[in-house]
């Protein structure tokens, strides 16, 4: 089945304390991208991948990292997680210039 | 700046009732549009997509229109069903790697 993978579906940690968020695609998609989605603001986008080796920012990057060493694979990193970084977080991929895929979504809570 | 609008922002219809759903973007130089659907708390489940040479598309009782001259994209959902109720998100898609998020269309539709 073609799907975008995230993991965790859930997850609550302290501040300070890095995590990774995993997301893996299934369809050779050469484009992937973060969002974050929070009450009133909608979907924004955190970072973006047009290929391997290739990332960049979006509209919110400030407090996260990306890598894309292969094309599967798009994780999340926080480095040292703050309660402002408390959201609903979507991994999505596409061919470019092609619909999104969207992964089930992450729930963080940092306290 | 760039925006992407959906009015309304909520909307409850009794079941049966055939509805619209509008969609407007700033930038006709649309690459394509995608219609989502997200229930609550869970990801968003693409819809339609319709290409910027296309000027609609249709599934099941879903059809989507797009016209570029006037930044519009619409909705349209016939025979509404109590399971149609979700938030229903349409993003534009500029250039071949970002899309720009509405806000979305909170429905419920009763029994």
């Known amino acids: 089945e073609a799907q975008v993978t995230q993991n965790p579906r859930y997850l609550i940690t302290v501040t300070g304390k890095k995590l990774t968020v995993t997301c893996s695609q299934n369809m050779n998609h050469e484009y992937m991208s973060w969002y974050r989605q929070d009450p009133g603001l909608g979907l924004r986008q955190i970072y973006y991948s047009m290929n391997v080796e290739v990332t960049d920012k979006g509209d919110v990057p400030e407090g996260y990292k990306v890598s894309r060493k292969e094309k599967r694979n798009f994780p999340l990193i926080l480095e040292s997680p703050s309660p402002n970084q408390t959201s609903l977080y979507f991994c999505?991929?596409?061919?470019?210039?092609?619909?999104?895929?969207f992964g089930s979504g992450t729930r963080l809570t940092v306290v | 700046k760039q925006e992407v609008t959906q009015i309304p922002a909520a909307l409850s219809v009794p079941e049966g009732e055939n509805l619209v759903l509008n969609c407007s973007f700033t930038?006709?130089?649309?690459?394509?549009l995608q219609w989502f659907r997200q229930d609550p708390g869970k990801g968003l489940t693409s819809l339609l997509l319709?290409?910027?040479?296309?000027r609609e598309q249709t599934s099941g009782r879903l059809n989507a229109s797009l016209d570029k001259s006037s930044g519009r994209s619409t909705l349209y959902i016939a025979a509404s069903q109590p399971g149609d109720s979700a938030t229903y998100l349409c993003?534009?898609?500029?250039?071949?790697?970002?899309?720009?998020f509405g806000t979305g269309t909170r429905l419920k539709v009763l029994a």
């Open positions: 999505a991929s596409s061919f470019l210039g092609g619909g999104y895929t």
């Open positions: 319709i290409q910027s040479s296309q």
């Open positions: 993003a534009e898609l500029r250039g071949t790697y970002k899309y720009i």
């Open positions: 930038d006709s130089a649309i690459y394509n």
